[in-house]
């Protein structure tokens, strides 16, 4: 069954460092997502990305975040320069069909700050 | 924004009990969605039911719907210790266009004891 393929599963950085988590979508999947879940929390949306571009992003998406799709398989996240308050697991989402149906996950992105 | 709240926010069941989680919503959707967390991993998606359905089934998984009460549970028959995890609801807005972000509930926190 595919999968969407993320690395690193962990990744520890000094505050104030730039971090590029990576992910690689299920081939033929058109819409890609980055989710984040600080610990113990609830998953929150960060962005979607359509078309070689961003189609949502919510309030947390600051100035700090960008995503790329350099190659036409991986999928990144970069983070320009990191805060304690980044440390989370980030989750990577494909989907390929329209109106909502399926999405599949990553297993994710643990990112700790120190 | 939509949101969708699960309770009870943790449950604790003996093994071949049945356990029920509900989550609720505030806005119109497309669908709602069921996902499984293992602690500390990914997500994984368990079941989707559609605005226009009212129940689904999937192995041991039963979905209900009710739009008019904008709620959904989630039933898992025969429990298993297996199945110890977080469950997250996670709906689609009905009229968002384009990339159709998931937006999640708090989740509930499931312990099976043998």
């Known amino acids: 069954e595919p999968e969407v393929t993320q690395t690193p599963s962990h990744q520890v950085t000094q505050m104030g460092q730039e971090v590029i988590l990576r992910c690689v979508p299920i081939s033929n999947h058109l819409y890609f997502y980055w989710y984040r879940q600080i610990l113990g929390q609830k998953v929150e949306f960060l962005v979607s990305f359509y078309n070689n571009e961003i189609s949502e992003k919510s309030e947390i998406f600051d100035d700090q975040f960008s995503v790329e799709r350099p190659d036409g398989s991986n999928f990144t996240l970069k983070i320009r320069s990191t805060k304690l308050e980044d440390s989370a697991m980030y989750f990577c989402a494909s989907r390929g069909t329209a109106h909502g149906y399926g999405y599949t996950f990553g297993s994710g992105t643990r990112l700790t700050v120190v | 924004s939509q949101q969708g709240e699960e309770d009870p926010q943790a449950l604790s069941i003996q093994e071949g009990e049945n356990a029920t989680m509900n989550c609720s919503y505030k806005?119109?959707?497309?669908?709602l969605q069921w996902y499984r967390q293992n602690s500390g991993r990914g997500l994984v998606h368990l079941i989707l039911?559609?605005?226009?359905?009212r129940e689904k089934h999937s192995g041991r998984l039963r979905v209900t719907l009710d739009t008019s009460k904008k709620s959904s549970s989630l039933l898992i028959t025969a429990s298993r210790a297996a199945d110890t995890a977080s469950y997250f609801c996670a709906t689609v807005n009905g009229l968002s266009q384009g990339a159709q972000k998931l937006v999640f509930g708090q989740g509930t926190r499931l312990t099976i004891n043998p």
């Open positions: 806005t119109s959707i497309n669908n």
């Open positions: 039911i559609r605005s226009n359905e």
